[in-house]
């Protein structure tokens, strides 16, 4: 795949800008300033407008990412059902603080609510879904990734 | 329960949400026909002005009202386009009732979309849909082609004048996209960010057109109202607010479940009746209303009627009722809160941008048990700011759930 196809797939119009740029980060990992480039040549706006809307929305990312992001839902439902009981656990077993970007390897990060409220704590490891974690069973799902 | 009234519910887990055949068979897509054959734009906007159906979205406006306006709106543009859009981005906390519309009976829900994008002359509609529900982007993708198969959807629908093109236009990971202006912004490519109203989107909405923006589950009931009549809705529940709502609740409860529930119902009996009660020997301490954006009921008020009122004390939001029993630490809320606010400002307005953060700090240090005098004052400080100069309600919302457990649930006497 490269951004060259990816783009012919896609209309030059502006609605299809954001869903472009949501295809090329999930393609790649993020979006590059080469291919953010491209993104503005094909649709005849500045670079500047494309990382401007790209850098705004979670689904897109314009840095390159850890081969291991963790991440953990903090909504108000998840909190009740114990969601900081599993982010301290993932912090103290990983040696991470959720949030930092210190690490190239590995991120911890702490999300909105994906509504899977129902079937709380909700932890995504590399895009993989885990509902109903328990603190005792974090250590066990992260030995899968490292 | 008996003699349940079921509009949204219907036919959830009667019918394979799959095949639009089985939708037929239970009743489905009549409305379209009945609202092609036998009425126009005009009477049927007039039967959902009678209906009394108010936005489920948060906002409690008056459907029929916003789709009048849009219908009545002159054409202005060359094109002379005007837009339908469903709002689907659900991403208040504690809400998944839109996509549980999805993932039962998603034939409903575009029945409905189908109606409305006619009733306001509409020739092309966007479903805005919350980019993590990527499983129910595809339901409704596989709907949107069965119903174009049987010609509910595309050129002369069911052989009438009458054309409409459907997309589905998935978000990118933003709360503030849930409203309307800043969905529109999004869709045209740029920052999710809220836009100056006036002009209000049913004048000047998406690229400049008139546009009706709509949650789904409002749009779910327009079926139901164009088969059995604005006045036959109007007599369900409640008199400020008609119709039933999809309540979510969850929490201390024994089953946590999404309810459809006549409106006018009592809280008490939400989590009574519909949930089961608390759960064994856990004692309640209060309900948070309206998901993360909501206020927080005591035990006092339980018998508060959930309606859409103006005036009302407690506004329903999206229907999320989160039950809270003694044992939570309420700190790991007050973070909850802050946190999400913080992550989900779009930055645009300082008293946002600055007061969601410095909130979140503050509840860092509630939780480290290191609040300072100073902090107090601040709080206060921040709060007031929130409530009263933000740009948009995110930054009001944010503002509330604090506001009231230092006032209800006396957050800060402990350290006095
Ligand atoms: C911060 C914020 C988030 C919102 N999120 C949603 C949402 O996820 N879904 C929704 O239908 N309406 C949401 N709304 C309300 C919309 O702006 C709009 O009022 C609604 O979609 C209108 O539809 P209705 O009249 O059918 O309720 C939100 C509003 C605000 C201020
Ligand atoms: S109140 Fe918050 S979300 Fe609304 S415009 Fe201001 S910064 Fe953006
Ligand atoms: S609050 Fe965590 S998924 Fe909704």
Same mark, same amino acid.
């Given at each position: 795949m490269t951004t060259e196809k990816i783009l012919l797939n896609f209309d030059p119009k502006m609605k299809n800008l954001l869903p472009a740029l949501k295809k090329i980060s999930a393609c790649f990992g993020y979006v590059d300033e080469n291919a953010a480039q491209k993104v503005a040549d094909y649709f005849f706006v500045p670079l500047s407008k494309v990382f401007e809307t790209a850098s705004f929305y979670d689904l897109i990312k314009t840095k390159k990412q850890p081969s291991l992001i963790i991440q953990v839902c903090s909504g108000a439902n998840c909190a009740v059902e114990s969601a900081y009981k599993i982010i301290r656990e993932i912090e103290n077993h990983l040696h991470i603080k959720a949030g930092d970007e210190f690490n190239p390897n590995v991120k911890l990060e702490i999300i909105s609510c994906l509504g899977q409220c129902g079937s709380g704590p909700v932890m995504i490891v590399n895009g993989n879904v885990f509902t109903r974690v328990m603190a005792s069973n974090v250590v066990g799902i992260l030995q899968g990734y490292l | 329960m008996k003699n349940e009234i079921k509009i949204i519910t219907k036919n959830w887990g009667q019918i394979n949400p799959r095949r639009i055949e089985e939708y037929i068979s239970a009743g489905g897509y009549v409305a379209l026909k009945k609202f092609i054959e036998k009425m126009t734009p005009q009477s049927a906007v007039e039967e959902i002005k009678i209906s009394g159906l108010c936005g489920r979205g948060g906002a409690g406006f008056s459907t029929g009202v916003k789709l009048e306006s849009v219908q009545k709106e002159p054409a202005s543009s060359a094109d002379g386009e005007k837009y339908f859009i469903c709002n689907l981005? /659900?991403? /208040?906390?504690?809400?998944y009732k839109d996509r549980s519309i999805v993932d039962n009976d998603p034939h409903l829900l575009l029945e409905g979309i189908i109606i409305s994008s006619l009733i306001i002359g509409a020739k092309k509609t966007f479903i805005y849909i919350n980019g993590n529900y990527r499983k129910q982007a595809e339901i409704l993708g596989q709907a949107v082609e069965q119903a174009r198969e049987k010609k509910f959807i595309g050129e002369k629908i069911l052989n009438s004048k009458y054309n409409l093109d459907i997309e589905i236009f998935s978000g990118a990971g933003a709360y503030i996209c849930g409203e309307e202006t800043a969905l529109i912004n999004s869709i045209e490519g740029n920052r999710g960010e809220p836009k100056m109203r006036p002009p209000f989107p049913t004048q000047c909405g998406l690229f400049g057109r008139p546009t009706a923006v709509n949650n789904a589950e409002t749009i779910a009931n327009i079926p139901w109202i164009i088969l059995n009549g604005g006045k036959a809705y109007a007599k369900i529940g409640s008199k400020k607010s008609p119709g039933t709502k999809l309540f979510i609740i969850n929490g201390a409860v024994k089953n946590p479940c999404v309810a459809e529930v006549p409106l006018g119902v009592k809280l008490e009996d939400l989590i009574e009746k519909y949930a089961g009660g608390m759960q064994e020997g856990k004692e309640f301490w209060f309900a948070q209303v309206g998901g993360s954006s909501g206020r927080l009921v005591l035990q006092k008020d339980l018998k508060m009627k959930m309606e859409y009122d103006r005036d009302g004390k407690i506004p329903l939001g999206s229907g999320a009722i989160l039950v809270v029993d003694k044992t939570m630490d309420i700190h790991e809320l007050l973070l909850s809160w802050a946190s999400f606010f913080r992550r989900e400002s779009c930055g645009k307005c300082a008293p946002c941008r600055e007061g969601t953060f410095r909130l979140y700090e503050i509840a860092q240090r509630l939780k480290d048990g290191e609040i300072s005098e100073r902090d107090k004052t601040a709080l206060e400080d921040i709060l007031w700011t929130l409530r009263n100069t933000s740009f948009c309600p995110l930054g009001k919302f944010a503002a509330t759930a604090f506001s009231d457990a230092i006032e209800k649930l006396k957050l800060l006497q402990k350290y006095e």
């Open positions: - | 981005d /659900e991403s /208040e906390p504690g809400t």
